[in-house]
Each structure stands twice: as C-alpha cells, then as structure tokens.
C-alpha cells in the first residue's frame, strides 16, 4: 500500500539494483549450501537452484520491510525452512558429498559445519533441543568420515 | 585440539569445494516472483480488510434496526384490566 502512494519507479529500480548486489555477493554461497543440501553435484542441481529461487522470492518480497535484519540471514533461514518443510522430496542422494546422510542430518551439518551457526540457533531453527542438535552433528560427522575412509580404502 | 574437533575439521575441508555456477538470470527469477507474491499478499490483504469493513457496517446496521438489548415486551402475562 505504502509502495503504491510513494511508488515511484526510481524507487522500484533502487530496491531492484539493491538486491541484484545482494544476489551478486550472497549466491554463490547460498546455492553451494542448497546443493549441499539436496545432495546434487555441482554442475547438475536444478532442486538446489529451485529451492534458492524461492527463498530469494521471499527475501525479495520483504526486502522493503527489513529492518536491521541481515538479508542473508534471512534467506539462508526461509532456505532451511523451506528445505525441511520438503525434505522427504530429498531423501535420495543424488551424488553430493552428504548423499549418505538423512536430509535432516544434512541440515544440521551444513548450518553447523558450513554455515557455522551457533548450535542454538540451529535447534530454535528446526525445533531440536541443542543437545539433539549435537548429537545429530557427532554423529553425521562420525557416519561422513566412515564414508570417506572407505572410499579412501577402495579407492587405494 | 581433540579428536572430535578434528573430525569436525575435516569435513569442513571436505564441505568447502568450489561454489556451483550462479545462473545469470537468479536475481531477475527471483524478483520477479517475489514481486508477484507481495501483490499477491497485498490483495489478500485487502480483501480480508475490506470483507472485515462489510461485516462491521452489516452488523451496526443490523443492531441498529433490531436493538437486540432491549427487553422484549411480555407475551405471557395477561393484561391487567379492571385495577
């Protein structure tokens, strides 16, 4: 409402070039943790890319209303959300590094380990008591290096 | 630097691969559809303050001509007559 009485295009066209810049800066991160998270390889990760799109949507569509919040904060969150919102799709590995783990596991790896969220921030972010969180995280990280060591194994 | 932090190096190492290529139009898609689902909010928005707006009017008016807080007059009591 408050944009159609001020709604000038100059306006429009500044809030657009702002986020183009925040996409240009945050993308390449953001769509590498989605396709660590749907488990895609990095040339072929068309759920990852749907799922950015559409966290971008979101982020895009308050961008007037943020206030001292950080954008990619944001968007990293609805991403999160909107991955477990719809995780079952997500099951199957399809080539990724975390392709061995439960979609939920692959949350809590690549907020903690990638992203580097403070483990209580990830457990209000996906509803876990923090001690739920850390037990999640030893435990895909024990089931990740038992992975790599047997790749490592038959690999030599 | 204990084993458990070790490990948790490690993966680190092994999640930091190069980023995947960004496709060029991302930020045209993605505000083009947010721009398309804050109208769409903003419609629903109003709708829901107008349909509010109409129930409010509907039931002044309604109270107004019913006045359902006044005592209805008595059907049961025969009328006093010859006091």
Redesign the interface.
């Known amino acids: 409402?408050r944009e159609h009485r001020s709604g000038t295009g100059t306006e429009h066209a500044y809030r657009?070039r702002e986020?183009?810049a925040f996409?240009?800066g945050a993308?390449?991160?953001l769509?590498?943790a989605a396709?660590?998270l749907t488990a895609e390889t990095?040339?072929r990760?068309p759920h990852?890319?749907t799922l950015?799109?559409?966290a971008?949507?979101?982020?895009?569509?308050?961008?007037g209303r943020l206030r001292d919040e950080d954008p990619y904060d944001l968007t990293r969150r609805d991403l999160a959300a909107r991955f477990a919102r719809t995780a079952r799709r997500y099951r199957a590995g399809r080539g990724g590094?975390?392709s061995a783990l439960h979609p939920q596991e692959r949350l809590v790896?690549?907020l903690r380990?990638?992203e580097g969220v403070a483990e209580e921030q990830v457990g209000a972010l996906l509803g876990l008591p923090e001690a739920r969180v850390r037990a999640v995280c030893?435990r895909?990280?024990?089931a990740?290096?038992a992975t790599?060591d047997r790749d490592a194994g038959t690999a030599a | 630097m204990t084993r458990?932090e070790d490990?948790?190096a490690?993966?680190?190492r092994?999640?930091?691969?190069?980023?995947?290529?960004?496709?060029a139009d991302?930020?045209?898609?993605?505000?083009a559809?947010?721009?398309r689902?804050?109208r769409l909010?903003?419609v629903a928005r109003?709708l829901l303050w107008g349909l509010f707006v109409v129930a409010a009017v509907a039931f002044a008016v309604w109270a107004s001509a019913a006045r359902p807080w006044e005592v209805p007059p008595a059907e049961t009591t025969p009328p006093l007559e010859g006091w």
């Open positions: 409402m657009v986020f183009e996409v240009a993308a390449g991160r769509l590498h396709t660590l990095r040339t990760n990852a890319r950015l799109t559409a971008l949507a979101h982020t895009y569509a308050v961008w590094v975390l790896v690549v380990l990638y030893a895909s990280v024990a990740l290096r790599s | 458990h490990k948790e490690a993966v680190r092994m999640l930091d691969t190069p980023h995947p290529p960004v496709p991302l930020a045209v898609r993605a505000a559809s947010g721009a689902r804050a909010e903003r109003r």
